[in-house]
């Protein structure tokens, strides 16, 4: 059984930044890419990046490119997502994901998802 658990979200004004953190429990973590995806409300899920098994190479959404920063810790079995220069369109439900299919953008390719952690950027 793998166990994804998200923290880190809350209520930010536009302009600031956010670090949102993953921990996995129960399997390999190094085995797994991970990954972020978000839901804002009325709107279907989207992917925001994704980081490979050894951290080496990471994909990100256009909407993101240049603001927000995936990382990932094997010793902490922990992947982060740091956002900066956040906007009121960044507010959402955010999810973190693992597989074995590394640096896959497309949700269903997810195996293990947490429960999510919310945004709220204030303008």
């Known amino acids: 059984q793998v166990q994804l658990v998200e923290s880190g979200g809350g209520l930010v004004q536009a302009g600031g930044s956010l670090r949102l953190s993953c921990e996995v429990f129960?399997?390999?973590?190094?085995?797994?890419?991970m990954a972020w995806f978000r839901q804002a409300p009325g709107k279907e899920r989207e992917f925001v990046s994704v980081i490979s098994l050894a951290g080496s190479s990471t994909i990100y959404a256009d909407s993101v490119k240049g603001r927000f920063a995936i990382s990932r810790d094997n010793a902490k079995n922990t992947v982060y997502l740091q956002m900066n220069s956040l906007k009121p369109e960044d507010t959402a439900v955010y999810y973190c994901?693992?597989?074995?299919?590394?640096?896959?953008?497309?949700?269903?390719?997810?195996?293990?998802w947490g429960q999510g952690t919310r945004v709220t950027v204030s303008s």
């Open positions: 994901a693992a597989n074995y299919i590394n640096l896959a953008t497309k949700g269903v390719d997810y195996d293990y």
């Open positions: 129960g399997r390999t973590f190094s085995r797994y890419a």
